[in-house]
């Protein structure tokens, strides 16, 4: 059992598309929120919708896609997803004690601290109806026994994570889908998922999942900006829906990237991440943007010298993403409008209890 399915209305096919981008991934959702909120302004609803409410897609690469499973399958609100990711990215970007080390091949962050915030975070927010019901009834003292809760899951909104097969970079990105019924995923779980959208050859060793037991690396190099992906997955899943509205939301990684390192290998990483995001907007903007269809939002200075993994510069990405915010507030409130509501004002009050823990968050 999970979220109940929201009802279906004639409304523009929402898509929301998140970039990768290490820490930086607070800038996305500093970005989101002020949205969601704009969307209860404009409509007079009386609270910020969660995104699983309003989107029918949303899907990411690496940090994006961390982001779209808290967000999409574990239905959080915004500001939920921001405290949870502040505590994930506390906890798995703190480095070995051998910290990077060229060659070596396990990554320079623990996977089993990312593993275990993951699990953590789920057990926190499960949607399985028993602990749901207990969170209802202020049972909130109870751990929560699903640690390894699976990604499927046909009642929540769509979600769709990014990975690349080590064996085979060639091949194109492997989409992780909350809808998938292959048999070669059986039992795949939301930390699974998590590990392998997320496990940036530099930072973190890569993963064997599934049956065949296929090894995946996170697909920032050439899928760091998933929305090309999600557009042709969204034709696929909602066949016959040509009045989508699409929203993209980078993390900050422009041109001018200006990071100083030792480590060539990851200046070097971050400016094919920014390079191959910002190809794929300009043809998405071409494609989409003159109709209205298209709104991508990405901080465009501020951010240079903010690494991946930096979670201490978590204030310097807020600030200097509270400044965009402040010159993009007539975009954003066009992208509103143009989206038309969907959420009713006498919407059921199932996700109103979903930010109440089963066990106190450490």
């Not at 919708?49 to 399958?73: H, N």
Request: aromatic fraction near 8%; include cysteine; charged fraction near 25%.
């Amino acid at each position: 059992m999970g979220l109940p399915a929201r009802p279906r209305a004639s409304k523009p096919l929402r898509i929301l598309s998140l970039d990768g981008g290490g820490i930086r991934g607070i800038s996305s959702l500093l970005i989101l929120e002020r949205i969601m909120e704009g969307i209860r302004d404009v409509y007079g609803l009386t609270h910020v919708p969660r995104p699983c409410e309003y989107f029918d897609l949303i899907g990411g690469t690496s940090t994006g896609g961390i982001i779209a499973i808290m967000l999409g399958r574990l239905g959080m609100t915004v500001d939920e997803c921001l405290q949870a990711y502040r505590k994930v990215a506390e906890r798995a970007f703190t480095p070995k004690a051998h910290a990077i080390i060229p060659g070596r091949p396990s990554g320079a962050f623990s996977a089993h601290a990312l593993e275990e915030a993951i699990k953590d975070i789920v057990t926190e927010f499960c949607t399985e109806k028993e602990c749901v019901n207990r969170r209802q009834n202020g049972l909130s003292t109870t751990p929560c026994q699903h640690s390894d809760l699976s990604f499927r899951e046909q009642s929540c909104t769509k979600t769709v994570v990014l990975a690349i097969m080590k064996a085979n970079l060639d091949a194109g990105p492997t989409l992780f889908r909350t809808y998938d019924n292959s048999t070669a995923l059986n039992g795949l779980t939301i930390w699974e998922a998590v590990r392998a959208t997320s496990a940036a050859t530099t930072f973190f060793k890569p993963i064997k999942i599934g049956r065949d037991q296929i090894e995946y690396i996170d697909a920032g190099f050439g899928h760091n900006n998933p929305c090309d992906k999600l557009i042709a997955e969204a034709k696929e899943v909602f066949p016959g829906r040509s009045d989508m509205q699409i929203l993209s939301i980078g993390t900050g990684l422009g041109n001018g990237v200006g990071i100083k390192s030792n480590f060539i290998s990851i200046i070097g990483a971050m400016k094919k991440m920014a390079t191959s995001s910002n190809k794929v907007a300009a043809r998405l903007e071409d494609q989409y943007g003159e109709n209205g269809q298209y709104f991508r939002f990405n901080v465009e200075h501020g951010l240079e010298d903010v690494t991946l993994s930096d979670w201490k510069k978590a204030s310097t990405i807020s600030a200097n993403t509270n400044n965009y915010l402040s010159q993009k507030s007539r975009e954003i409130e066009r992208f509103v409008k143009m989206s038309g509501a969907r959420i009713e004002r006498n919407e059921p009050d199932y996700t109103r209890f979903m930010h109440v823990p089963i066990v106190n968050p450490v």
